[in-house]
């Protein structure tokens, strides 16, 4: 797979409580945080207090290869209790240059909610791209080991994917 392709993960997880439940948990932009290995804090931008579509908020993130460093994001799909999805922008070019356009997103990431028997499917997913990031910085060294790279990175976020889906479900149960 080549980062033009627009290489995609996802994960999903079963939780026993209800969609509102787990919608006001995955809504929370700022309670997420605490259960990603990346994004350690958000602040939200133009007098936004919540996700809304075109609401926009600062990502603080950690990471150990590339540092840290400051993401914008902003909510492109809001179907209260169904569907939260949200561009990722490099906004002090890090990468590049500074971006603001969705275009020029980093990756695109969702949390789509389905009723299920006993509680609600969570799913989380990502497409990385189509704008520059940290991994098109190691791509451009290492080209011939492009997809490796891809391979690595999409694994490395599943792992982090699971571990903000398995604190959603500990949030969402203990409530209900």
Known sequence: MRYSDGPATEREIHIAAEPARVWAVVSD???????????????????????ALGARYIGHNEHPIAGKGRTMAHITEFEPGRRLTWA????????????EALEKRMATWSF?????EGGTLLRES????????????VI????????AVIA?????????MDATLRAVKETAEKAE
Do not use: C, H, Q
């Open 140 to 147: 451009a060294k290492m080209p011939e080991k492009e997809e």
């Open 29 to 51: 932009i700022e309670e997420m945080s605490k259960g990603s290995p990346e994004l350690k804090r958000t602040e939200w931008l133009d007098g936004a207090t919540g996700p």
């Open 152 to 160: 690595y990175r999409l694994r490395e976020m599943g792992e982090g």
């Open 126 to 137: 990502t497409v990385i791209g189509p704008g520059p990031s940290g991994l098109t910085r």
């Open 112 to 116: 789509g909610l389905t009723p299920v």
């Open 88 to 99: 990722v922008l490099d906004v002090d070019g890090r990468f590049g240059d500074p971006a």
